[in-house]
């Protein structure tokens, strides 16, 4: 396509979302249901077709020697294509936030006010190679009672299509517009740029990635913008941890999963049990092969640690690579999750109360945790059924971002004949 072809082409998936939003606002319960229900069956079926679409997929990621942090995302197993199915049941089995009406009580006048949850309409959604995100993002729009318009990274594009036909089945087969959930056809950059800009088509778009993705949105988007940026997490491990507590979840923070934007990246160790603590987690590290970078006194203790620079304290590697650093106590570590941090997740691990209410209230990410694993942040581990990403933002929804998250509240109000004296 050239560049007259996309403006044509995504104002056509514009115009086709905002007409099937207003179909799917008004959608009952039941038929998006059928449709999530359909999906899933789609995909069960189709378990074959989606697996050669995906080993396309890698066999060019392959030869293009793409990162092995990108081709575990990008990654679809029979395990994989059977959890896509399952996550849009679970979508199908949670309530339906949709005219949900909460705290409606008598004004004086008479009148009486409260709040109805509403869609957003139509969702524009930018996110990396990694296929079981188009059929999340699908349903989770859908159930919210959202079109979605979805472009998903390139390297992914022959399994975003594949689930694309199975989520226009589900859609077509329970009577609703198969443009309510439209994926991009073209991996052409130039069709994120007329995306982020169709204000008349797109009511939010929300971006998950990294910092290239995010300076675009921000020097170009026309459009309100729910940002699910990079995670520079951190695990502060306090003098007054529980030692097998803080080796535990040291070790699940960083090893569980690499590539991960809630993995651990900096490891922040209190001077008083670094000694005791730093050679018995090095060992649990190299063990596993991942490469620690540290600061002199992490060195001075295990000499195996290799220099951290500057740089290394802004890292989010996405690779078994982790970055140490000693620091002198609890203002220590927050001063340094502040300056390096990227507000997406950090850990206190301690057993003093009052540092754990400390860390809790000082640190200003959308999660903020203590004696726990930063792999947590997840909607589906919060109870939220999925996520459509998790929000670095402050306003509208921040941390895992789920049905609440795609729906805004409107005031209802509901009178009989009272009027404003
Ligand atoms: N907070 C969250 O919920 C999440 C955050 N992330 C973060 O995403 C990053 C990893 O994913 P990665 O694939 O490397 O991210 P990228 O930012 O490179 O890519 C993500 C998406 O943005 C597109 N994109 C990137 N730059 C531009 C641009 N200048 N113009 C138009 N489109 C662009 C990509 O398209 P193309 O295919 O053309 O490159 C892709 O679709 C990590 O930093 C991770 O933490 C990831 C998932 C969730
Ligand atoms: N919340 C999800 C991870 C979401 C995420 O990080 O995506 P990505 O950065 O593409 O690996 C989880 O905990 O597995």
């Known amino acids: 396509m050239n560049t007259i072809d996309i403006k044509s082409y995504m104002q056509s998936v ?244 690499y590539g991960t934007c809630n993995t651990m990246e900096t490891l922040l160790i209190h001077e008083g049990i670094v000694e005791k603590i730093l050679p018995a987690l090095s060992k649990i590290y190299f063990d596993k092969g991942v490469e620690l970078r540290g600061d002199a006194a992490a060195r001075g203790i295990v000499a195996q640690i290799k220099e951290a620079t500057e740089q290394d304290w802004y890292e989010e590697y996405l690779a078994p690579i982790l970055s140490i650093r000693v620091v002198d106590g609890l203002d220590q570590a927050i001063d340094h999750i502040t300056k390096y941090g990227s507000q997406h997740t950090d850990a206190i691990v301690t057993e003093n109360y009052t540092h754990a209410r400390r860390f809790l209230r000082e640190v200003d990410s959308s999660s903020v945790m203590v004696n726990t694993t930063t792999r947590f942040a997840d909607g589906f581990e919060y109870g939220l059924g999925a996520e459509i990403g998790i929000s670095t933002d402050k306003i509208h929804a921040r941390g895992p971002v789920g049905l609440e998250g795609l729906t805004s509240q409107k005031f209802i109000v509901l009178g009989d004949g009272q009027l404003r004296q």
Request: hydrophobic share 45%; with cysteine; glycine share 8%.
């Open 14 to 257: 514009g115009q086709e979302a905002r007409a099937a939003s207003r179909l799917v606002a008004k959608a009952d319960t039941a038929a998006k249901n059928r449709a999530l229900t359909a999906m899933a069956q789609a995909i069960r079926r189709d378990e074959a077709l989606l697996l050669a679409a995906n080993a396309k997929d890698l066999d060019n990621a392959r030869a293009k020697g793409l990162e092995a942090s990108m081709i575990d995302r990008l990654t679809l197993s029979a395990k994989g294509v059977a959890t896509m199915a399952e996550g849009l049941l679970q979508i199908a089995a949670l309530a339906d936030p949709v005219g949900e009406i909460s705290g409606l009580n008598y004004r004086p006048s008479g009148i009486q006010v409260g709040k109805m949850r509403v869609p957003l309409g139509v969702i524009g959604i930018i996110y990396e190679a990694r296929p079981n995100v188009t059929a999340d993002a699908a349903g989770l729009c859908l159930k919210a009672g959202n079109a979605a318009i979805l472009r998903g990274g390139s390297e992914a594009i022959h399994s975003n299509q594949a689930i694309a036909a199975c989520v226009k089945e589900g859609l077509r087969s329970a009577g609703l517009p198969e443009s309510a959930v439209q994926v991009i056809e073209t991996t052409d950059r130039a069709a994120v740029g007329e995306l982020i800009t169709m204000k008349d088509f797109v009511d939010v778009i929300v971006p998950r990635g990294g910092k290239g993705l995010i300076e675009r949105i921000a020097n170009e988007a026309r459009i309100p913008v729910i940002k699910h940026l990079d995670g520079v997490c951190h695990v502060y491990i306090d003098d007054q941890a529980d030692f097998d507590k803080a080796i535990r979840i040291a070790d699940n923070a960083k090893t569980q999963r």
